[in-house]
Nanobody, 123 residues
Framework: QVQLVESGGGLVQAGGSLRLSCAAS????????MGWYRQAPGKQRELVAS???????NYADSVEGRFTISRDNAKNTVYLQMNSLKPEDTAVYYC?????????????????WGQGTQVTVSS
């Protein structure tokens, strides 16, 4: 069974920084796209940042220049460095990843979510 476990959330003042980590474990052949999403109360879940297995990155306009996504393929871990945090960044942050799994006759892709970690930015 594949698992994504996030850590690093918490309470921080506006202007501060936090670093989120998400470690993948279980039996899989490879990890393709990895990303971070967030969901604030009363709002839809939205993409924050993503990174391909080759290191290409993509950011939401609202976090461009403040957040940095990175991954350590040897550790099966993706990170989100969040700087210059604003109260509007307050949300539950979820890790997401596409895995290639080995079936009995072939390989197949499956998507997984982490359990989420709360980030609260006070003004």
């Amino acid at each position: 069974q594949v698992q994504l476990v996030e850590s690093g959330g918490g309470l921080v003042q506006a202007g501060g920084s936090l670093r989120l980590s998400c470690a993948a474990s279980g039996r899989f052949f490879s990890i393709q796209l990895m990303g971070w999403y967030r969901q604030a109360p009363g709002k839809q879940r939205e993409l924050v940042a993503s990174t391909s297995s080759g290191g290409n990155t993509n950011y939401a306009d609202s976090v461009e220049g403040r957040f940095t996504i990175s991954r350590d393929n040897a550790k099966n871990t993706v990170y989100l460095q969040m700087n210059s945090l604003k109260p509007e960044d307050t949300a539950v942050y979820y890790c997401n990843a596409d895995f290639m799994l080995r079936g009995s006759m072939t390989y197949y892709r499956q998507n997984y979510w982490g359990q989420g970690t709360q980030v609260t930015v006070s003004s």
